[in-house]
């Protein structure tokens, strides 16, 4: 990958300063809750595990649904800013792809009432998508790499995804100008898919790999992740 990925997937530290308080996590959810989210934070993204951006996703969605249990977990992986070591990073990426696909797979068959809802914010938008490809196609000068890419989820694993929630997820111009395998979901998440993109972010709106701008680290803040969760509300 060239040079720019050094600002691939970034999230600034202005985030922690977007929400004042972050929302008391609630106590925690029993092992098998009504809904459960798997959520990827962004790069070097403050508020660990889920960031700045699943907190104000996880709020949202607890206020939406009264009454429910709602399990948050975070993917565990590096969500690192090394992009000058090319192998370090594409290796955490698998990394939070694998953890995501585990935890589904957990999920389906310990807690086959919940509804999964995967989700993710830049980078850990990205974990969530190939997680839920069928198939990721990396480019034919890394193949002898193919034996570690992450595999497709099994076609039943479908039927415990309630919806999948992205936030800033790199648009298709940024990963082909950085070398990535291109952002598809598999046929059978697609049309629980809710992607999001504020306009003027030039992470996800088309434009060249270039800096992230000020617009990248408003998604905690703008509504949209209230929009995410009434998206979800509807689809239980």
Known sequence: ?????????????????????????????????????????????????????????????????????VNVYGVNYPAG????????????????????????????????????????????????SYALSNKIQIDPQYRQYQDRVPQPLADNAASHVTAAILFAPPSSNWIKQVGAPPMNVGPLYEGKTKRYCIAGDVVCDGAPVGQPNGLHVLYAVNGMTVDAAQYVKARL
């Open 1 to 69: 990958m060239k040079r720019p990925l050094l600002i691939l997937f970034g999230f600034t530290v202005l985030a922690a300063g977007l929400l004042a308080s972050p929302a008391p996590r609630a106590a925690a959810a029993p092992p098998c809750a009504d809904v459960e989210v798997v959520f990827a934070r962004g790069t070097v993204e403050t508020a660990p595990p889920v960031g700045v951006t699943g907190l104000s996703f996880e709020q949202a969605l607890r206020n939406q649904l009264p009454g429910k249990s």
């Open 81 to 128: 800013s090394n992009f000058d070591n090319r192998m370090a990073f594409v290796e955490g990426v698998v990394k939070g792809v694998n953890d995501t696909q585990r935890r589904i797979k957990y999920l389906a068959a310990q807690c086959p009432g919940s509804h999964i809802v995967v989700g993710g914010y830049s980078q850990g938008a990205v974990v969530a």
